[in-house]
């Protein structure tokens, strides 16, 4: 079954891009992505634009809101996701403790909704 | 024909002593924890009128087994997933076909440690984990539990229901851990098991459950872990150590409700059979070579169960095997119990120096055995106003009417 890895971490933590570090990050990221893929688990995975360029949308009676920003301010942002299929549970934290944000981050692991047709 | 009650009585000791044993084994066969409880329930119903008509089946677990199975199949009958589920009902229909069979095993195969396991599975916040072990594998009601919590029912119900819902939305599977995650997830269980032992519920007893029964429960889960994991030595560690500590059940209060402390308590009172259990277990589990900090502590309270006194205590070697949990364990915790025993080892002046070192610990400054033991320390040594300070403290951050009574009548006097 799938399960959806949500990366967060707060904007300042982690390294910060043109660094050296952020290099090194973004290797560990190629890492893990070849990891998941050559397990045949990886089913999808994105890195996310700061927050600072979202907008966040609702409708209200038919008409549309549109807000700067995202739905809530918060310390800790979502920063990218992975779309994993794994057996359990089990494998799904096994994983995901692996993604490098982890280390400064936190990663939630969520079930994927499956709907009998 | 048995009378009513006594058929009650009947079903109800043998519903909290099969009750883990069968759900885990329905649980095993058809992954569905709400289905196989409700089936268990109704079946234990049934028994109540059918074994009042027919008198006690020859082995009554077989006979709730076997029932259950037979309404878990009709339910997968009636749902839509009866083509899907094809496997798991041959499997569970092969399983009532060989029900002529009376090996305990074969009827129930023990999935009990799969089960422990999987409800003290991390992904779970401690006290659910306590509540679902205490709901399946020990077989109490909902309104125990909340009891014992000082919850609402209703509150208890729904986190038990999450956490069921969790288990089957989120895959957590049923299974013993491999090798390598085998140590970890062990310890969230001893954890649990030693949560429910200390669960000593503030008001002491709860409407429906007293401590008392908790911690017999505690042992009760210990026993079947070490029985099924008989390599592990921190199992029969804390197996160990609850049976000494329980061994003194009846000697730590007074008839006011007033804590007694060790010091003081009646050691004629002690059970002997526990403690002699607990010291045996000990030995033979020293002796694996696999030493750990449940193991430590019992044999600290072995060392107090074994001495006729408080004067004639080893504080010695106690002060020894602190500082090898310490070891282990590095928290104040130790330290505090260390300097007690340091105190009589050494001296009152190193014990206060032991707990000066500690004194600016985060977790020390609002830590009302801290300032108990430092005030009995102060008390020994003549220094009445650090003394009566400490003692003042500690009352303040009492939340244990015992302990709170003991407090006081110290502080007043001297």
């Known amino acids: 079954m799938q399960y959806i890895c949500l990366i967060y971490s707060a904007e300042n933590s982690g390294p910060k891009p043109g660094t050296p570090e952020f290099g090194e990050l973004l290797q560990k ?75 400064h981050g936190r990663i939630e692991v969520r079930p994927v909704m499956v709907f009998d047709n | 024909m048995l009378p009513p009650f006594q058929l009650e009585q009947t079903i109800s000791t043998l519903v909290r002593e099969d009750w883990g044993r069968i759900l885990a084994s329905l649980v095993s066969s058809f992954n569905d924890w709400q289905l196989a409880e409700d089936v268990l329930q109704d079946s234990i119903e049934q028994a109540v009128v059918i074994w009042q008509r027919d008198g006690l089946p020859d082995s009554p677990a077989a006979w709730l087994i076997t029932t259950a199975r037979r309404k878990a199949i009709d339910h997968f009958r009636r749902t839509a997933r009866f083509v899907e589920l094809q496997p798991e009902l041959a499997y569970l229909i092969g399983l009532e076909q060989s029900s002529e069979d009376f090996d305990i095993d074969n009827v129930i195969p023990d999935k009990r440690l799969e089960l422990i396991f999987t409800c003290c599975h991390p992904s779970l916040d401690r006290k659910t984990q306590v509540a679902l ?105 804390l197996l160990s150590l609850m049976l000494l500590h329980d061994s003194r059940r009846f000697t730590r209060q007074d008839s006011n409700n007033t804590m007694i402390s060790l010091e003081d308590q009646n050691r004629s009172a002690w059970d002997k059979g526990k403690i002699s259990e607990g010291v045996e277990l000990l030995k033979a589990t020293l002796v694996k070579q696999q030493i750990g900090a449940y193991q430590l502590q019992a044999a600290i309270s072995a ?36 300097a007690v025993a340091v105190s009589y080892a050494d001296s009152i002046e190193a014990a206060l120096t032991m707990l000066l070192e500690i004194e600016n610990d985060k977790l020390v400054k609002e830590y009302q055995p801290f300032y108990a033991a430092r005030a009995d320390l102060n008390l020994r040594d003549g220094r009445k106003a650090a003394a009566k300070k400490d003692f003042k403290k500690a009352i303040a951050l009492s939340d244990n009417d015992s302990q709170t009574a003991f407090l006081v009548d110290r502080l007043n006097n001297f």
């Open chain 2, 133 to 237: 072990t205490l709901r399946t594998l020990g077989g109490l009601r909902t309104e125990e539990i909340a009891s014992a919590y000082l919850d609402k029912p209703q509150t208890m119900a729904q986190r038990l229901a999450r956490a069921k819902n969790k288990i089957a939305v989120a895959n957590i599977p049923f299974e013993i851990p491999e090798e390598s995650k085998l140590r970890e997830r062990l310890s969230a269980v001893l954890c649990v098991i030693y949560l429910i032992f200390n669960e000593g519920y503030a008001a002491s007893t709860g409407k429906h459950i007293t401590r008392a029964d908790l911690s017999d429960e505690a042992i009760r889960l210990a026993r079947i872990v070490a029985q099924l994991l008989p390599e592990q030595t921190e199992v029969a560690g």
């Open chain 1, 29 to 103: 990221y190629n890492v893990f992505s070849e990891e998941v893929k050559s397990k045949g688990m990886l089913v999808a995975g994105d890195a996310l634009q700061p927050v600072s360029t979202a907008t966040t949308v609702t409708t209200e009676n038919g008409k549309v809101e549109i807000t700067d920003g995202p739905f809530a301010e918060t310390k800790e942002t979502l920063g990218g996701y992975y779309l994993l299929e794994c057996k359990s549970l089990d494998e799904a934290i096994e994983h995901a403790a692996k993604i490098p944000t982890a280390e």
């Open chain 2, 303 to 338: 060392l107090h169960a074994e001495s006729a006194s408080w004067q004639e205590t080893d504080w010695p070697q106690i002060n020894a095997l602190y500082e090898l949990l310490y070891a282990t364990q590095p928290s104040a915790v130790v330290r505090i119990n260390q």
